[in-house]
């Protein structure tokens, strides 16, 4: 069973940014606004929610002159340096600015692992030439249990990493955070997605 979401509101966190990192967050804020996506139940599961919002938004990038890279993996060297193969979300830049760089990494739900998402936006920054690395998460991660404010989580993860892991500030500041607030519509209407409306979509899913 399918549910309609949209984006009401866009946050950005362009704290300690270099200028780099601002613009593409004012850019990407613009297209995040007001994004429509679907949020699917599992045949196999109707007690699961899967939230689409990935393939709309880099449509709608497309559609604004951006040039979309899925999935990439950063270009590390060493011949002794066993990084795995680690991935981002995008790359992208607009079409007539080549040289204008960013990478993203959307974390739609576990904030546990944020700091990763840090981690491998500088893996990107430090082996490509990337001018910015931008961090998409939701204000409002619903689960059985609550919501989840993983926007939130993300800046005090960026606090973190100054204060007690000593990241340089020009690392920092290469990395703008940007949260979208979610709605779900029913009956009608959008509603505020929180872990109400997130047990309303399971039991009309099981029917």
Known sequence: MDFHFTVNRVDIDSTECNDAACSTLKALSQTLEGLDYI????????????IH????????????GWHVVENPSPKLCGADEHWGNP????????????NQKAVLEIERANKKTVWFDFVKLWMFLE????GAGVLVCPSNY?????????????RRYKRLLAR????????LCAIG?????????????YRYWNNLEFEEAKRRARG
């Open 39 to 50: 949020g699917s139940t599992r045949v196999s599961n109707s007690t699961q929610l899967d």
């Open 53 to 64: 919002s990935e393939s709309p938004f880099v449509a709608r990038l497309k559609a604004g």
């Open 87 to 98: 991935k981002a979300d995008l790359l992208i830049h607009l079409d007539d600015r080549e």
């Open 127 to 130: 082996s490509q030439d990337i």
């Open 142 to 154: 619903a689960h059985k249990s609550g919501v989840w404010n993983v926007f939130e989580e993300a």
């Open 164 to 171: 007690f892991a000593r990241v340089p500030r020009d690392k």
């Open 177 to 189: 955070i940007l949260g979208y607030t979610q709605f779900i519509q029913r009956d009608g209407d």
